[in-house]
């Protein structure tokens, strides 16, 4: 079955530099969720799309952006990164008939790791 | 807002011991439950998730847990570990359809031969 893809899988980047990352959820999921998970923490949600609008917001901190586009894919954009932001970055997606618990089960993708330099 | 402890943080067991990793949350409403394994350096996988219904839920790969509503706990558990379960483990909870994910801090489980 099709899983939550990620990419980059892996980005170095430099302090002060920007990063973009996307999430390519399972087919007809409509919604998507991000995390971060810093080193040896729990994940932390920081926002997430629902049609392609924005239905909840966490920890997201103002340097970062995210939208859904019309295909239901996700970019999350990071710029002024900060030694910090060294993370695995999550996508989730749900999805499924409207009502339906398949809205409450999250599938998440393998993660992008970011290291700042 | 809703949170979740795991109270065991750090976990050794040996192989065939048996496995209980407690998980306590803290909502007054309706809450949907779940278990994450993170193997290293990999991404969340479900193990198993509790909606309504029978308390008792079983996952993947023999794991169980039971929700017990007056103690707002959801205890994981497995009879008999394998050296395969050393992982990381995240109780996590949301309160409605397509709401986020709040995860407990984790507990590092370690099966030794």
């Known amino acids: 079955a099709a899983g939550v893809i990620q990419s980059p899988r892996h980005l170095i980047k430099e302090k002060r530099e920007t990063a973009t990352l996307k999430c390519y959820p399972i087919?007809?999921?409509?919604?998507v969720y991000w995390y971060q998970q810093g080193p040896g923490q729990d994940p932390q949600f920081l926002i997430s799309?629902?049609?392609?609008?924005?239905?909840d917001k966490g920890s997201i901190p103002d340097r970062f952006s995210a939208q859904q586009f019309s295909d239901y894919h996700s970019e999350l954009n990071m710029s002024s990164l900060e030694l910090g932001d060294s993370a695995l970055y999550f996508c989730?997606?749900?999805?499924?008939?409207?009502?339906?618990?398949?809205?409450?089960?999250?599938?998440f993708g393998p993660g992008t790791r970011l290291t700042v330099l | 807002a809703q949170s979740v402890s795991q109270h065991n943080h750090h976990v050794i067991l040996s192989e065939a011991a048996s496995l209980e990793l407690g998980c306590n949350y803290s909502?007054?409403?309706?809450?949907?439950l779940f278990w994450y394994v993170q193997y290293p350096g990999q991404h969340l996988q479900l193990l198993l998730k509790?909606?309504?219904?029978?308390?008792l839920v079983k996952g993947i790969k023999g794991f169980e847990a039971e929700f017990i509503k007056s103690k707002f706990s959801f205890n994981l558990r497995k009879p008999s570990v394998q050296w395969s379960d050393t992982a990381e483990y995240f109780c996590?909870?949301?309160?409605?359809?397509?709401?986020?994910?709040?995860f407990g801090t984790g507990t590092r489980l370690q099966v030794t031969l």
């Open positions: 087919p007809r999921h409509d919604t």
């Open positions: 799309f629902y049609e392609k609008m924005q239905s």
């Open positions: 989730a997606s749900s999805g499924g008939l409207a009502g339906g618990s398949g809205r409450n089960e999250q599938f």
């Open positions: 996590a909870v949301n309160t409605g359809t397509a709401s986020k994910l709040t």
């Open positions: 909502y007054g409403g309706t809450v949907n």
């Open positions: 509790y909606f309504s219904g029978d308390p």
